[in-house]
């Protein structure tokens, strides 16, 4: 087997209970979760018992998602799994940088909480909101974009699959011009047109917070949304810019297989990683752990394969 890689979902893969399978089965994970509510009170609460209403609340979905993730690579690790590389899908790439070691867990956390608030302030601003486009490469989609003033491209899933945000009565009319062009867009279920000009308010306001803690050298490389390669030279700048800035996720997953990874294991609820990875490349295995079942099932699949 070659390098394994953990990659952390971010806002959209949250669901009612999650995280409570391995709140059961580990105590990493639950560590995770009753220091997280020490900082935030409610916060396992809303993640086992929340209404699907109450966890698309960007303020709640961030703080929670960012537990989830990092309760499942705490597992993984405690189970003695060990991470050669990460990544972070938006939100997740917060997780992810409290698993490299750059922060605490409980910094991390922190950082996630203002992070939320900030993004949520900003979306009730601007009327925001985001859609997939599929069927269509990517150069057409920027093309479609272009047509409209407030449409961005800002996730770039992997082939045939990219995300955009928009302000919502072009969102719509947006979506129709795709279904012109031959594709197919539909609303995604997340709490803003996040990574775009329309979080340009929040990217500033987290550079004053940021400002209040100590980044260090992640302890594993950790591949930006920015840039799509390893962590390298202002850590907080990169943050800041990533609340702004398209998630380069096709490319990261590419980079990271041209740096050996050849096992990507999904850390959270859900299994929309899993999928993308698989999309990019035929030539990897993926695994998922967000219950107690996928920890034990990954845990044998990535044993047998060494």
């Given amino acids: 087997m070659g390098r394994i890689a953990f990659v952390f979902p971010g ?8 995280g409570r399978g391995l709140y059961e089965k580990s105590p990493a994970a639950r560590l995770v979760f009753d220091n997280a509510d020490k900082i935030r009170p409610g916060t396992v609460e809303q993640c086992f018992s929340g209404s699907a209403e109450e966890l698309a609340r960007t303020e709640n979905t961030q703080p929670c998602l960012y537990c989830v993730d990092l309760a499942a690579a705490s597992a993984l690790a405690e189970a003695g799994i060990k991470a050669d590389m990460l990544a972070g899908f938006s939100l997740g790439e917060l997780a992810a940088l409290a698993f490299s070691g750059a922060v605490t867990y409980d910094d991390g956390f922190r950082l996630v909480c203002e992070r939320a608030r900030f993004m949520q302030e900003a979306s009730a601003v601007t009327g925001s909101g985001m859609a997939v486009v599929l069927k269509q490469t990517d150069e057409e989609v920027i093309a479609l974009c272009e047509k409209f003033d407030n449409v961005y491209p800002v996730n770039f899933n992997c082939e045939g699959q ?19 062009a031959g594709g197919r867009a539909a609303p995604l279920k ?17 550079v004053e917070t940021l400002k209040r803690f100590t980044i260090a050298q992640p302890g594993i490389p950790l591949y930006s949304n920015v840039t799509a390669q390893p962590y390298d030279g202002d850590y907080k700048e990169l943050l800041a810019r990533q609340i702004r800035s398209p998630v380069l996720w096709r490319k990261t997953i590419i980079n990271m297989i041209d740096a050996g990874a050849d096992t990507f294991i999904e850390v959270g609820p859900g299994k929309t990683l899993c999928n993308l990875v698989s999309r990019i490349s035929d030539r990897v295995q993926v695994f998922n752990v967000e219950d107690g079942a996928g920890l034990e099932k990954t845990i044998l699949g990535v044993c047998a394969s060494a």
Avoid at 190 to 206: D, K, Q, T
Wanted: hydrophobic letters at 45%.
């Fill in 11 to 18: 806002q959209g893969a949250q669901s009612r209970g999650m």
């Fill in 162 to 180: 990219v995300s955009v945000a928009g302000v919502e009565d072009e969102l719509v009319r947006f979506m129709a011009a795709v279904k012109e």
């Fill in 190 to 206: 997340v709490g803003g047109g996040f990574h775009s000009p329309f979080m340009a308010g929040a990217s500033e306001r987290f």
